[in-house]
């Protein structure tokens, strides 16, 4: 079983990318885009910024599948467009590339069931507007939600009616994996792994298994989603990770959320799709592709106490989970952690959660972990759950592929001060994460 | 044989040592068997919510379920699980104890969970509410403000967070102390059957010796049967709710909700061995595709699920033209999808046929959905359970409600009463199937663990 993974392809969707080339052009410049959320009134809520994507899904579909964008809520939207995006950047010819491609010689034709599939996603709000449109023709007479006339015994413009026929579709959370499967035609294992934070790195972690068992050669793998509705917002304020910027619109957002500094007002969310191609590494090279980076080490554990508002109890200050975690994955790599040339971390912003994270890499890394450049991704687009992993994992393989930090890395030990980015000899990049409800995943990255 | 799984070494062979489910026919093990092998239905309008005028208005309710009969001290951690979560407790619970890990445990960095967990229920008064009023009547378009204030006055952080599906696994993790992987999946109606194929594959790699996997669900509450009714997917018989969900029959109209969870304790033989814990059975084969066909429909010739079949017995080493020394087919049972959809019991009996040809009729092929209604996401590892016990007991339980075959669904059918194989050699191998909405298929074969 001795089937080595590596990554061709990515597709860094979010507010300060769309490409490979320009998700490097941004970290090497230091870019931020943490912005107001525009696309409905959020004053209302705690936090009313974001990093937000600029895309429009039809613009990344076949012709043919334009009609099918119409049943995708946002997050499948972000995962069929980052997927394109990876499968584009990997060289990738697929049953969604356009025929003048199919016909060229340039690009890889898959083997649609030797590639699998697998995407980090999240729960999927029901449009609140849509819902709140239908539920107002449903209301008795002191004005309350009443089921009996929801029901379509009254006839066909009764309450449910309302909702579009394929309404459920829209928010299943396999959606993400199920459109992206048809539009490029994948045939081999496919799942959808629920994990928030960690459901990326969970995702690229089956997929690299997949692989290693020879259940698949490729895999598109990562995650996509976009809380910036009513609801999530809603929620994720509820869950203690949301900064509250309520009614302070002349603050720069940018400079409210600060990972692993005691200064942090919080955190603030983003949308992203987070997609890469992985791949078995003699099929990589049979092909010719360009590989970015090897998978060589990965680890996952459970948290008994992650801090949630749930549980009647104090979490401790350190994410033992996570540390196991660590380990794991740097063993598995066959490496010692000082060999660790970079971490990219959650650094959510929330200091209660960033001191348990900082306090698991000081625990699997030594005195190490307080000087090893820390490359922090929430304050650049915000934290964006499912997608973040797999946005940090392609930020890792650039470095290793460019041989190169980018702007505004960090350290524990001195977090208020940020490097310039640089040429640096980089052998290993650790990538490590913990979710919401304690699930806690690491991956190793080595240069090739 | 070659690369088939109980070739390999023992630290990679996957065996079941504890189950334990929550249905809608009740909680027990054995006495849910002995209800399934007598064809009852679990079928009856909805008591959940008022549903009286909705066009589907019956399901399968899980009834007198109560955490404190499982537990002495259901309160505290637990006290905010949603009732899915509930499920999910309470059926670990029994197959914890059925695996002697409640008296014996082993080191928790290597037990994890690996679940196909359903989302929970909303919180419906205060959801409602604040949709509501945040309706403007006047400028006929939703108001965002309105919806916040209204909701930060009538939501509350607890029901909303045990929302996340994800949540389930958490309280599975805390009750029994497991702290290795942890995951959970949404593949639809595929969830659980993947996640304990996915589970058996995290132990024959190595990430664990140990995996709590399972699933648990439940949408019988006002959207999760508004969902199905408007895609037509749910059988509207309500002059006659318990023989609604009817696979393979000529008059099917559509499938019937059940809720409930199945819970089971997958196990590295080496350390089922090292533990001399009772074996029920062995995970000998898993395969996953996905249809890449359409959103709405299954590819008609069900090369997808055939393709999941397929491949979970090249794992197994079962080649599925091959006949025993009694003439039968090496699988003796295939635990159908069958969901009583027009779609699906036909595709699915095209994939059965596709893969055993000349052999498909030989092989007995039965949908307990016609008696516990499709649990969706606990679906498949309820299943699987009843796979467990056809092989602990040799008796195939039937599909209810068949009288009239439909043509394309022709098979080697159990219609209405549970079949005795004791006489033929017991039932040693079987197949479970379950296929998600968005053409995601997967299959697990067990075996009769001989050593």
Known sequence: MNRSVVITGMGPLCSIADSAESFWDALTQGATSITPIDTFDASGFSCPFAGQVEANVRDWVPKSYRKATKVMARDTELAVIAAKIAADDAGLLTSGSPEEELESTNGFQINPIRTGCQIGAGLIAADTAEMSRAVVTATDDSGTFNTQSWGTEDGADAGMNNLPPLWLLKYLPNMLACHVTIIHGLKGPSNTIMGAEAGALLSIIE??????????????????????????????????????????????????????????????????????????????????????????????????????????????????????????????????????????????????????????????????????????????????????????????????????????????????????DKKAELHHVLICTSSLAGQCAALVLSKL | MPNTTINLPDEQRVVVTGSGWVTPLGSDINSVWERLLNAESAVAPITHFDASTFATNFAAEVSDFNLSDFFDDPKGTHDTAGRSTQFALAACHNAFKQSGLDTNPIDPTRIGVYLGAGEGVLDYEPYMAANVAAWDHDARAFNPKTWADVAYQGMTPAPELEQEPQLTALHLAKRFNAQGPNLNCMTACAASTQAIGEAAELIRQGDADIMIAGGAHSMIHTLGITGFIRLTAMSTRRDDPTTASRPFDVSRNGFVMGEGAGIVILESLASAKARGANILAEVSGFGSTADAYRITDIHPDGQGGAGAMQMALDQAGINPADLDDNGRPLVHWINAHGTSTQENDKTESNAVRSVFKDNAMKVPFSSVKSMLGHLIQAAGAVEFITCLKAIETGVIPPTANLKEVDPVCGLDHIPGEARDCNPIGGVTTTLSNSFGFGGQNDCVCLTKYTG
Request: charge should be negative; hydrophobic fraction near 40%.
């Open chain 1, 207 to 420: 997929s690299a298994r997949v692989i290693q068992r020879d259940a698949a050669d490729m895999c598109l793998t990562g995650g996509a989603e976009s809380r910036l509705n009513p609801l999530g917002l809603l929620r994720w304020d509820y869950a203690g990770r949301l900064a509250n910027l309520k009614d302070q619109s002349d603050i720069d957002p940018t400079q409210a959320i600060k990972p692993f500094d005691s200064s942090s007002q919080g955190s603030i969310m983003g949308e992203a799709g987070g997609m890469l191609v992985v791949e078995e590494e003699s099929h990589a090279k049979s092909r010719g592709a360009r590989a970015y980076a090897r998978i060589s080490g990965f680890g996952s554990a459970q948290s008994l106490n992650p801090p949630l508002p749930i549980f009647n109890e104090t979490p401790p200050t350190t994410d033992e989970a996570m540390s196991r975690a660590i380990t794991t994955a740097i063993k598995q790599a066959g490496i010692e952690p000082h060999e660790i040339d970079a971490v990219l971390p959650l650094g959510i912003g929330q200091s209660d959660l960033d001191i348990r994270e900082a306090n698991a890499l000081r625990n699997a890394l030594g005195e190490h972990a307080e000087t090893v450049s820390l490359v922090n991704l929430c304050n650049r687009i915000g934290n964006t759950l499912s997608a973040h992993a797999g946005v940090m994992t392609a930020a890792g393989a650039l470095m290793l592929h460019h041989q190169h930090l980018p702007a505004n890395t960090t350290t524990l030990s001195n977090s208020g001060f940020f490097c310039p």
